[in-house]
């Protein structure tokens, strides 16, 4: 099973990206590649830009790096409430190659935070949203306070309650 992991964030030491990453490596016997939304930067969308450049060749290798993955697990990170800049902008370019983004494929959402809300806004616009763009939700879960429940020095979940809920929501991607 081939299976894409990202954080829907640019920072270079994302939270989300430590998540998903974890999250991933719990995939039994999967091959595992994280993406990095630094590699597909693209001008900031709109009609104008599409009528100028096209489908950029990056927006076109993200939305092929999905078809090729057999499974898709995305860790949001919250600006403000709602998407980051990066992920929606690689988002929108995506959409206008295909709306259904997502192409069939089983997806796990999870999000997380510093804090105790655990970006639980954005993870919900995701998981109400992921349907129609193309995603089999299989599981999602908000991480609050990361810092308090991930060891970042082992890359895992300490929380035993927060990690039996990621063991069921990544198990149900393989169902």
Not at 33 to 51: A, C, G, H, I, T
Not at 95 to 113: C, E, H, M, Y
Not at 118 to 145: C, I, K, M, Q, T
Request: hydrophobic share 45%; proline share 5%; glycine share 6%.
């Amino acid at each position: 099973m081939k299976v894409i992991a990202f954080a829907a964030s640019s920072s270079k030491q994302s939270i989300n990206k430590q998540l998903a990453t974890y999250a991933a490596s719990l995939v039994e016997n999967a091959q595992l590649e994280v993406l990095d939304l630094n590699d597909y930067e693209l001008p900031l969308f709109s009609v104008d830009k599409e009528q100028e450049l096209g489908k950029p060749a990056l927006a076109q290798e993200f939305f092929a790096k999905i078809a090729a993955s057999d499974a898709v697990i995305i860790s949001f990170a919250e600006h403000n409430g709602s998407y980051t800049a990066a992920y929606k902008n690689i988002f929108d370019w995506c959409s206008r190659i295909n709306q259904k983004i997502f192409q069939g494929k089983p997806i796990v959402l999870l999000a997380t935070s510093p804090g105790p809300g655990g970006a639980a806004s954005v993870l919900a616009a995701a998981v109400n949203s992921a349907p129609f763009f193309g995603g089999e939700l299989r599981g999602y879960l908000s991480v609050p306070s990361f810092h308090q429940n991930f060891d970042v020095d082992q890359g895992c979940i300490t929380n035993p309650e927060i990690q039996a809920q990621l063991a069921i929501a990544v198990k149900a991607l393989q169902a």
